[in-house]
């Protein structure tokens, strides 16, 4: 039976992205950089949500050429876990904590998908802002997401 893996997403407040607002050299939409917002900036602030596996999340998988199915990552994510739990029972050291630090990375390097950034409107004038006039919100580019 296969488990569900739930993976993490940024959840953004659109005034968040209008403020990474650059002019696109070519003329054409503008270019939202978010490059030096991170994984721990957006955790750090509740901006981030689990969100389940689904074909999306299986085509970008794909693209990157990441060959495990659903289940094998499952398997891993639970080995991680386990090893974690383990690590914790012990008596702590630096070397510990640094194995820690390493597994719970590790954890979040399968778990993240840097690729998908939800987006909330929070009030009507945002909505109706330059920044959702000019790239209708769905023709959002962004010139360097998340690394």
């Known amino acids: 039976m296969t488990k569900q893996t739930l993976y993490k997403v940024m ?9 990474s607002k650059q002019k696109n050299p ?6 939202y950089d978010l490059g030096s917002y991170s994984f721990e900036k957006a955790s750090a602030k509740g901006e981030m949500v689990a969100v389940g596996d689904h074909l999306l999340f ?16 499952f398997i891993e994510l639970q080995d991680i876990s386990r090893n974690i739990r383990k690590l914790k029972t012990r008596k ?22 840097k690729d998908i950034i ?3 409107v ?17 023709e959002m580019r962004f010139s360097y997401i998340i690394s």
């Open 58 to 73: 299986r085509k970008i998988r794909d693209y990157y050429g990441i060959t495990k199915s659903p289940d094998e990552i």
């Open 122 to 138: 929070t009030n009507k004038e945002l909505y109706e802002s330059p920044v959702s006039r000019e790239s209708r919100l769905y």
């Open 92 to 113: 702590s050291t630096k070397a510990i904590t640094r194995e820690i630090l390493a597994l719970e990375k590790q954890r979040q390097e399968i778990t993240y998908v």
């Open 11 to 19: 959840k953004l407040p659109i005034s968040t992205i209008s403020r």
């Open 26 to 31: 070519s003329g054409a939409s503008p270019l």
């Open 118 to 120: 939800n987006v909330t």
